[in-house]
């Protein structure tokens, strides 16, 4: 018994856990959940894109609903601060916060682009996407708030603020699987997603719904349903508004017993979808059928499998919709030709695959492009030259048919450039009869959609004609571009020009040629074509792992290229910028010249090469007619570590310390400032430490002399007229350095920096010092000279005065 109970029980656990186990693999769920968590990381204020910081996520198939957590927190002591959130599908969002002017042909239509204003209390906010593209999604964060003070690194508490995000996806499990070609039979009582995959060169899908009926008595002739379709995701009553990438069609709207279908582009090589969604009624019972139409490159083996044993997971988005109607599709030839399919595919006596044999009404011309991959985020493609074409090769673009280019932006290695497509008209003999045209429309995801005159409904077109000269090239330049396949459709005609009443109009004409020559160029370099014109610099920068490329603009000009000049400083004003931080140095020159003279010389070297190599550094830090006598890093390093010696060597001067201990005072100094400065040039420590403990160093000499003397040293007098004056002038040039500088301002203050520091050293350097021995002054600057006591009555007597002259021990 004990035996037997104990088998019981153990095939009770055993059935338990293998429901929890097929619970926890979403077999009894129609959605399950995944998670993805990045760590937090330091925002920046936002001054050019190099500020911004890149996370990025990404989203498997069949997702219903993407919900994104933002949340931001600041340094306590500080007030919360503005943050914009961006995210993108495919790649980086292209942004304009400063709302500054793009370059000239430039586009930025972008597709799946959200923004979230939010701010640094810590209070997370979420963003949903409903039915999200699959892939690689992007985002950036940064501070709005920018200040113009220059804060001195140390001296403030830094307002620091962190960002960290998440992202919980719902994944759709109760998806059917389409065979294109067999009809399936399905009863719902509630809305129902479907799926199919199209191979490449697919150029239409047809979904059809047959026998349907609905309601509890599944009334034949009533279909209460709505069809939609989407290529790549899954659709949505949410996305309903966005047109151009969903596809669908009320059942219910047609008449009894007619056939309920549409037509869509479908996504190439990769999973589409369907959703079939009841109206009005509580069930339905009915046929659904996927027909794809495929066109065959002649080149191509015509045992070549429809569905391929594994896809990929794909980047694409989704353009518009290209509708059949009947009478089109009566004139295709049904079953000509059928690719032979995988096991993925059931055999069916119906022909479902539409091969258009040479069909050029409804296959558009194709011509093969050539990749070549660069560095430094560049890239190129090129017509297959072939062995008599031309360089560079000429596409001949038929005035009736379509001609279709398509190419590949690889993720990650091919987004942060700027792709540029140029389209150039050649000369031509047929323009002495008439002139012509040649438009290209440009799509991501899928090929163009034309209106029935040939135009584009996409977004992003390129038209050249012959008119003029300047008509004959056109570019057209897209930022950060997606990753996936894009496509250009090119469509010529002829025209004539006529001129009335002083208007140009122009008439389409029959070409005396159909093929008109063109030549495209498809490339990507960073930034504007690898550079940011005569007012920035195009550089490159990684984040979160991800490089991409940007400019850093000067001289006040902004915008994505530096082309936009509403803050622009003229030449003057750089001039005088320039001038003023350069020359300002001077005003050490009478400190060089003193300290030599009182035979301060190591203190007059050190002013010296402290003046030079600021006016060095300002003169390489400018922004016209640059003088880089060696590599910036260095000359500001320079800068630094000399001005903080200076500061050091003059308090070291005013200690009258004896030879021994001066020495050791300079040669530890200069080591030791040399590597603070290396380790934190900027940092307030770098400076505060070496004036303290020269303060130290001064105020025990000083005290050591009064002892001595048993008089107050230096003199009162002294004070007064060198001390309190030097001070004052140091004391002013650390309030404008520390306190004062801003972006706008920088130019001014920093130049009175230098004139107060340089004025400061002629009020606090002692007086000359003799050049054997050690003389020891009375007071700073100034003492009283052996020759000077015949020319004094004094009450004491001589031996108080060479007392005063020795040498301390």
């Not at 008449?255 to 959703?275: G, Q, R, T």
């Not at 260095?634 to 200076?646: N, P, S, T």
Request: include cysteine; proline fraction near 5%.
């Amino acid at each position: 018994m004990a035996t037997g109970g104990v088998a019981r029980l153990t095939l009770v656990q055993i059935c338990l856990a293998c429901c929890m186990f097929l619970e926890n693999c979403n077999l009894f769920k129609s959605e399950s959940t995944l998670s993805q968590v990045l760590d937090s990381r330091e925002l920046y204020p936002y001054r050019a894109y190099k500020d911004v910081q890149i996370f990025h996520y990404t989203v498997p198939h069949q997702v219903s609903l993407a919900s994104w957590e933002f949340e931001a927190n600041g340094s306590t002591y500080c007030s919360p601060k503005p943050i914009s959130v961006f995210l993108q599908f495919g790649s980086y969002p292209v942004i304009n916060p400063q709302n500054e002017t793009f370059p000239d042909n430039f586009t930025f239509h972008r597709k799946d682009l959200y923004h979230v204003a939010m701010f640094t209390d810590s209070d997370p906010v979420f963003l949903n996407v409903t039915c999200p593209m699959p892939g690689d999604w992007f985002v950036i964060a940064f501070l709005t708030e920018n200040s113009q003070k220059i804060v001195q690194k140390g001296l403030y508490h830094a307002c620091q603020a962190w960002f960290s995000s998440s992202l919980s996806l719902n994944l759709e499990n109760s998806i059917t699987t389409l065979y294109p070609g067999t009809s399936l039979l399905q009863h719902i009582t509630s809305d129902q997603f479907y799926r199919f995959f199209t191979q490449k060169n697919t150029w239409s899908v047809r979904v059809t719904i047959s026998n349907c009926k609905t309601e509890s008595e599944l009334t034949e002739g009533e279909c209460s349903l709505m069809v939609m379709t989407k290529a790549l995701a899954l659709p949505s009553y949410y996305l309903l508004p966005d047109v151009s990438k969903t596809t669908l069609i009320n059942c219910s709207e047609l008449e009894p017993k007619v056939d309920c279908s549409l037509e869509m582009i479908s996504m190439e090589d990769d999973w589409n979808y369907i959703l079939i969604s009841l109206v009005s009624s509580n069930n339905a019972e009915f046929s659904i059928r996927v027909e794809i139409a495929v066109c065959q490159d002649s080149k191509e083996d015509m045992n070549q499998e429809l569905f391929p044993t594994a896809h990929h997971e794909s980047i694409r988005s989704i353009p518009p919709v290209l509708n059949w109607d009947n009478k089109t599709l009566s004139k295709l030839n049904l079953g000509t030709e059928v690719f032979r399919a995988t096991p993925f595919l059931h055999k069916s006596s119906h022909h479902s695959i539409i091969h258009y044999s040479n069909i050029k009404t409804s296959c558009w011309d194709e011509v093969p492009l050539v990749r070549y991959t660069l560095q430094n985020l560049a890239f190129k493609y090129d017509v297959f030259p072939g062995n008599n074409s031309s360089i560079p090769a000429q596409i001949y673009v038929s005035t009736e048919v379509p001609t279709l280019l398509r190419f590949d932006v690889f993720p990650v290695q091919d987004i942060g450039g700027t792709l540029t497509v140029k389209l150039a008209l050649p000369a031509n003999d047929d323009e002495r009869i008439n002139n012509f045209s040649v438009e290209a429309c440009i799509e991501y995801g899928l090929r163009p959609t034309l209106t029935p005159s040939g135009e584009c409904l996409t977004q992003m077109s390129v038209l050249v004609n012959s008119s003029s000269w300047h008509t004959r090239l056109k570019t057209l330049m897209i930022p950060y571009p997606q990753a996936g396949n894009w496509y250009i459709s090119l469509l010529s005609r002829c025209y004539l020009e006529e001129q009335n009443n002083n208007e140009s109009n122009t008439l389409d004409v029959t070409c005396n040629s159909n093929k008109i020559p063109v030549i495209v160029q498809v490339s990507s370099l960073p930034c504007v074509l690898g550079k940011c014109g005569d007012h920035g610099k195009c550089y490159q920068y990684i984040s979160g792992g991800f490089i991409f490329s940007t400019c850093v603009c000067s001289a006040g000009w902004q915008g994505w290229g530096c082309t936009d000049n509403r803050y622009a400083l003229s030449y003057g004003q750089l001039l005088q910028a320039v001038l003023l931080l350069t020359l300002s140095n001077i005003f050490f020159i009478p400190a060089v010249v003193l300290a030599i003279y009182r035979h301060y010389y190591v203190e007059g070297i050190v002013y010296f090469l402290s003046m030079s190599s600021s006016i060095f550094y300002h003169a390489c830090d400018t922004e016209i007619k640059t003088f880089c006598l060696m590599r910036l890093s260095l000359l500001q390093y320079c800068d630094f570590y000399l001005a903080v010696l200076a500061l050091w060597v003059t308090l070291i001067a005013m200690a009258n310390l004896s030879e021994t201990l001066r020495s050791f005072a300079y040669t530890s100094g200069a080591v030791g400032i040399a590597i603070a400065v290396e380790y934190d040039r900027t940092g307030l420590w770098t400076f505060v430490i070496p004036a303290a403990v020269g303060f130290c160093i001064l105020s025990v000499s000083w005290v050591y002399h009064c002892r001595q003397q048993h008089s107050c040293y230096p003199k009162m007098k002294t004070w007064f007229l060198c001390i309190v004056p030097g001070a004052l002038f140091a004391a002013g040039g650390v309030v404008l350095f520390a306190i004062l500088e801003t972006q706008n301002n920088y130019t001014y203050v920093h130049s009175a920096w230098h004139v107060t520091m340089a004025l400061s050293v002629l009020f606090l350097l002692p007086k000359e010092r003799e050049t054997k021995g050690r003389q020891e002054p009375i007071n700073t600057c100034s003492y009283i000279r052996i020759e000077e006591l015949n020319d004094v009555s004094l009450s004491l007597d001589r031996g108080v005065y060479e007392h005063l002259l020795q040498p301390s021990p």
